[in-house]
């Protein structure tokens, strides 16, 4: 434990400095920099005009402010402890090839800069959809002949949040034609399908009655252009599949397994659903 | 045995029952045990489904005129149900103002149980004048039936056919017991301008 706090504070303080470092270029090119569309304050246009939503906005939008104050700083944000993990295991070399991520693919910075917004991608070895949890387990085995991660571990949701914080500010672009069409419409049809003894589809709450008030909550878009998410309320980041199994168990119905095909194909209808959103990982939700 | 068999046996551990009582479900066989994997979906009490007569109502297609356990409900139990968040849960979607007179003022349990009315779905201020008492009943038990030409997310509080995925605890159970039903009922058919 003693050694994760100090590698905390060594993290901490170099992205602080970087942290200033970008505050003040960021200073200097404002003037000539033209806002995008966050999706918190203002709302990203949608793809295509038959999209479900005529606007997107991202979870950040529903948040309250502290919430919001939490995900942008760097050094408040409860998940950049997990970032660090991902960090240091990016250059750990493991399994019996005695390979690390970095052997591979270098400065993370430039190979993964796209991967969060781009994933899931349809991989054809295996002839269905592989997600970043996927694609991480799988050069685990293949190439660094190393044991899988469980889906929801520490290493898992650090090197996910590493991985996918790289396309931070990147506009979500996922390719949902050719090959990946049909486990597009998969994921669709599951979004749509009701379920459970409350008998509620995904779209029940999240197309139609979005920014409305149900009990003491705001629905959201149900945007995963956020996750992994530190929830306030699990007190640690989680995968956006755990997020479904709590959706799935809200309306009393059997949840499927967290990196399942059924909740893959999801993601990558979710994703398109918020396409033009900026990844946020890691987000802060209460 | 089955993962719902372990957790029920787990539940015998959590609610505190005598070791005498798992011997008598031991010895008693698969009726003591099926009451009890039948409880831990809503945490309370068995919800059994109970069978009803559909006739056409005046003011929507379809009406339930009797009573499901013929008798008639206690409105002031009605309110505990709408309120409650693992059973009707009434208020999360709908306002009712009878209900928000509830809270007293500055005290937070009151707010906590009776307060934070969702606002997606319409008022029932007044839907005793929209709608008669069989109507109501039929709402409550299956609004799809009730409603079939609007796609309404409502669920059916007494229905257990047609539902996709049940979670295993739940599953051919109803939401809201045939007394508890009765109870919302007549409540809202107290809902008047």
Redesign the interface.
């Known amino acids: 434990m003693g050694s994760r706090v100090l590698r905390n504070l060594k993290g901490r303080g170099l992205k602080f400095a970087a942290w200033a470092g970008a505050v003040a270029v960021a200073g200097l090119l404002s003037v000539a920099a033209v806002a995008e569309p966050d999706g918190r304050t203002e709302a990203v246009k949608p793809p295509s005009p038959d999209h479900p939503y005529p606007e997107l906005w991202s979870g950040s939008h529903f948040a309250a402010k502290g919430t919001q104050e939490m995900q942008d700083d760097d050094i408040e944000n409860p998940a950049m402890s997990w970032y660090d993990v991902g960090q240091e295991l990016w250059s750990k070399r493991e399994g019996e090839a005695n390979k690390s991520c970095q052997d591979c693919h270098g400065d993370a910075a430039k190979s993964m800069k796209n991967v969060g917004a781009t994933y899931p991608i349809y991989y054809a070895p295996w002839k269905k959809l592989i997600n970043v949890e996927n694609r991480i387990n799988l050069c685990r085995e293949k190439f660094m002949k190393a044991p899988p991660w469980k889906y929801e571990s520490d290493d898992m949701l650090g090197m996910t949040i590493y991985v996918k914080n790289q396309s931070r500010g990147v506009p979500v672009n996922v390719n949902i034609d050719g090959p990946a069409k049909p486990f597009f419409e998969k994921g669709k049809a599951f979004y749509e ?8 589809a995904c779209s ?2 999240h197309t ?2 979005w920014g ?5 909550d705001t ?1 959201s878009q149900g945007q995963s252009n956020g996750f992994p998410t530190y929830r306030l309320k699990w007190q640690k980041p989680g995968s956006l599949h755990r997020r479904f199994v709590a959706c799935n ?1 809200l309306v ?3 949840p499927f397994k967290p990196g399942s095909d059924e909740y893959v194909d999801l993601e990558l209808y979710l994703a398109w659903r918020g396409q033009g959103l900026p990844v946020e990982t890691p987000s802060v939700r209460h | 045995m089955s993962f719902t068999g372990v957790r029920d046996w787990l539940d015998w551990d959590l609610t505190g029952l005598s070791i005498a009582a798992v011997l008598i479900a031991a010895i008693a066989g698969p009726a003591i045990a099926e009451q009890k994997k039948k409880t831990s979906c809503i945490s309370g009490e068995t919800n059994e489904i109970v069978t009803y007569k559909i006739e056409k109502g005046e003011n929507l297609p379809a009406a339930i005129p009797k009573p499901l356990n013929g008798k008639r409900g206690n409105p002031e139990k009605g309110v505990e149900w709408m309120v409650s968040r693992r059973q009707g849960n009434c208020i999360a979607c709908h306002e009712v103002t009878k209900i928000k007179e509830k809270i007293k003022d500055g005290d937070l349990d009151t707010l906590q149980k009776y307060g934070f009315h969702g606002n997606l779905a319409p008022t029932l201020d007044g839907v005793a004048d929209r709608y008669n008492e069989a109507e109501l009943r039929m709402i409550v038990v299956d609004a799809k039936r009730a409603f079939p030409d609007f796609d309404t997310s409502m669920p059916a509080y007494h229905r257990t056919l047609g539902l996709e995925r049940v979670l295993g605890d739940c599953d051919g159970l109803v939401i809201l017991s045939a007394s508890r039903v009765e109870d919302i009922v007549a409540f809202l058919a107290t809902l008047k301008d």
Do not use: A
């Open positions: 399908q009701r379920r459970g003894q409350l008998d509620f029940n709450c139609k009655y409305q008030k149900i009990r003491m629905l168990s009393r119905s059997t």
